[in-house]
């Protein structure tokens, strides 16, 4: 068995799946750490993560091209984002609580919308997903040409948005001030700074990344939208910004090592076959996120002003 | 536009703030109603029957409205110290699963002792579920919200593995779904060819007891004194820690006894859909109540009435009955909104001083 691992674990096949699976944490991950560096912590990602797998799905099977489809949960995400921006920012309700509420409108909204369309189906409809794509030349690199460079084309995607979320967060002057009024939103504002418009683009924009990696699902992982589809993933997210330390590099560390686990565990099933029950595989990427949570919890650096709301001229 | 504090908002303002909410609620899902070219007017008003217009649709919006009743206090107690405890639909499972193999016979008790002794186990498992979120918390920092909302994926997993494995029934062609448990496990019923069951004085005696702790005794000050702020609780003298650990058994316990009830009241087996999301409907009914116990048996009883009208009513006209949990959703979010404009006054200008 642990010679099966070893071979598994350089195979090409092994790792072009743990990427795959990875995509959509990769984004979902982006896309809080992107809310919470700037001080809002979005619970609404589960819901945003099924809205943008249903509206880009919909949209897709109504007829436009897949990359409208991207374009169109993007803004769905944005849209839903900047309703939990605009009661947890200008208003500084509770984001534990809105969060919670965004994301049972979200899901809510998608079901809902799905069966309206949809009202008598027996079993989803299909659309023709995004191909795998094999980028000239660096695909012909043997083991690694196959594991990164045969991907579907969300999965460059979500790789390009982690560079790019980094080197926004860190070499602009709009990353600075995403930063600052998620550490000290006082001093941002003294610095003319406006605390409340840079808080709720970062949660809009952060909005629109959760649910592009939500219409990955559905527009490339499979071909239908389902039900439940998002599963847990957008939870999941959370636990990894917080095992990333809010960092765009570990996020992508933490999204790749929890699919390669992921993707193990699903060929562990196979191994092992029925001698365990299938559910205590499913259970260990639960387990894991919160050993992962716990583990990083004590020298979690979080953004400082993060769930704390800012309101001009108040003191803190 | 600036927010001003209201020195002292009235009773009134208070009670009327989460109605006018439900009503805006209904007005923007009219909307959504209206989409798939139904009349508006018609849909509520069979939403209505459906959940309150006859002595049968009323017993049953009661039923509904039970768990949630339970699961809505379960999330009051401990929203009010500030324990984000979003795993009471784990900790509802958990309690089913104890309460059944309780209530089945698995263990050796007398037959008057099969009841009580499902619903405190069943209790005592919701508890217990949140007792390792809660020491997470209170000795690691680790989010609580996070590992409450994680640990319900594997609750129910788990709950599937026994229904598949141990506790399969062997009378149940195949379904994976647990032995009925014994008729003296079984809550009697309160109305007769209904499924009212005796789990509603339950849950009714639940809340007044909540409301008695909140304003009568010193556990309730020191669950406030912490929601309130756990830096001057802790200088006051309250043990944080200890006060929280003993909301986390209480919070727990209430989404356990919810479990527990539905398995001794409704079902009497357990299987995997037995709650369509009362553990997240409970958060929602606990910020319709704004946390006060009594306010929660108004509110779940609304939600429930919501969940069974739109199910009558989607059997009659082509809306979706997703509508309900979008319509719960969106009370929640203006419920919220509502509670703002109580605490604040909206101003044109900024006030010259404060």
């Known amino acids: 068995m642990i010679a099966d691992i070893a071979d598994l674990l350089v195979s090409a096949t092994f790792w072009a799946a743990t990427l795959r699976i990875a995509t959509p944490y990769i984004l979902g991950t982006l896309g809080e750490l992107v809310c919470e560096r700037a001080g809002v912590l979005n619970l609404g990602i589960e819901g945003i993560m099924t809205l943008g797998a249903m509206a880009g799905w919909m949209a897709v099977h109504q007829g436009a091209d897949l990359w409208t489809g991207v374009l169109i949960a993007a803004l769905a995400g944005a849209v839903l984002g900047s309703l939990h921006a605009v009661l947890t920012v200008p208003l500084g309700l509770s984001q534990h609580v809105t969060g919670i509420g965004v994301t049972l409108l979200g899901t809510s909204l998608s079901y809902y919308v799905y069966r309206m369309v949809l009202p008598q189906v027996t079993t989803p409809p299909t659309i023709e997903p995004f191909q795998p794509f094999a980028i000239p030349v660096l695909s012909d690199i043997p083991v690694i040409g196959p594991a990164l460079f045969s991907q579907t084309p969300l999965t460059y995607v979500a790789l390009a948005a982690v560079a790019v979320v980094a080197w926004v967060l860190y070499r602009t002057p709009i990353g ?67 095992f990333a330390s809010w960092r765009p590099g570990k996020a992508l560390l933490g999204a790749v090592l929890f699919a390669a686990f992921d993707a193990l565990q699903l060929r562990l099933q196979q191994i092992v076959g029925p001698a365990l029950p ?32 800012f309101r001009k001229g108040e003191r803190h | 536009m600036w927010f001003e504090p209201r020195p002292l908002p009235s009773a009134a303002l208070r009670v009327l703030a989460p109605i006018a909410a439900v009503i805006a609620a209904l007005a923007l899902c009219a909307a959504l109603i209206a989409w798939t070219g139904t009349s508006v007017a018609q849909a509520y008003v069979l939403l209505f029957q459906g959940s309150l217009g006859s002595r049968f649709a ?55 002792a099969l009841l009580p002794a499902a619903l405190i186990g069943g209790a005592l498992a919701g508890s217990a579920l949140l007792i390792g979120p809660t020491v997470l918390k209170t000795g690691f920092g680790v989010d609580e ?13 788990f709950v599937s593995m026994m229904l598949e494995g141990a506790l399969k029934d062997p009378m149940g062609m195949g379904w994976p779904q647990s032995a009925p448990v014994l008729p003296e496990a079984e809550l009697p019923r309160l109305i007769e060819r209904s499924r009212l069951h005796a789990g509603l004085i339950i849950a009714l005696l639940a809340a007044v007891a909540l409301w008695i702790m909140n304003t009568r005794t010193t556990w309730g000050y020191e669950i406030k004194a912490v929601g309130a702020n756990q830096a001057a609780a802790a200088f006051a003298g309250i043990p944080v820690n200890w006060v929280m650990l003993k909301v986390a058994i209480l919070s727990g316990g209430l989404a356990g006894l919810a479990g527990a009830s539905e398995i001794a009241g409704t079902r009497g087996y357990l299987t995997l859909d037995l709650s369509p999301g009362f553990g997240y409907s409970g958060i929602v009914v606990a910020m319709l109540a704004q946390l006060h116990p009594l306010g929660v048996v108004v509110a779940s009883i609304f939600v429930a009435a919501i969940f069974v009208g739109a199910d009558a009513m989607s059997r009659t006209v082509a809306v979706p009955n997703y509508i309900a949990e979008v319509l719960v959703a969106v009370s929640l979010l203006c ?20």
Not at chain 1, 195 to 203: E, F, L, N
Not at chain 1, 228 to 236: C, D, K, L, Q, T
Not at chain 1, 279 to 308: D, E, G, K, N, T
Not at chain 2, 145 to 157: A, G, P, S
Request: aromatic share 10%; hydrophobic share 60%; net charge positive.
């Open chain 1, 278 to 309: 299938y559910q205590v595989f499913l259970m260990l990427p639960y387990l894991l996120s919160i050993l992962a949570l716990v583990l990083m919890s004590r020298r979690a650096a979080y953004p400082r002003a993060l769930m704390i709301p």
């Open chain 2, 145 to 157: 919200v996070v590992t409450t909302l994680l640990l319900n994926f594997v609750t129910l997993l």
């Open chain 2, 58 to 112: 009323l017993a049953e919006t009661l039923t509904r409205a039970t768990p949630l009743m339970l699961t809505g206090l379960a999330a009051a107690v401990a929203f009010r110290a500030k324990l984000w405890n979003i795993g009471a639909e784990g900790q509802l499972y958990a309690g089913a699963l104890i309460a059944v193999m309780l209530g089945g016979g698995m263990v050796d008790l007398p037959v008057w």
């Open chain 1, 176 to 242: 600075l001030a995403v930063r600052m009024v998620g550490e000290n939103p006082a001093a941002a504002e003294a610095q003319g700074i406006n605390v409340t418009a840079v808080r709720m683009g970062a949660v809009i924009c952060g909005s629109a990344l959760m649910a592009v990696g939500g219409a990955f699902l559905t527009l490339s992982a499979f071909n239908a939208f389902f039900f439940n589809m998002i599963n847990g993933r957008g939870w999941i997210c959370i636990a990894l910004v917080v």
């Open chain 2, 335 to 354: 419920v919220l909104v509502s509670a703002f404009l109580v605490r604040f006054r909206v101003r044109r200008t900024a006030a010259r001083t404060s």
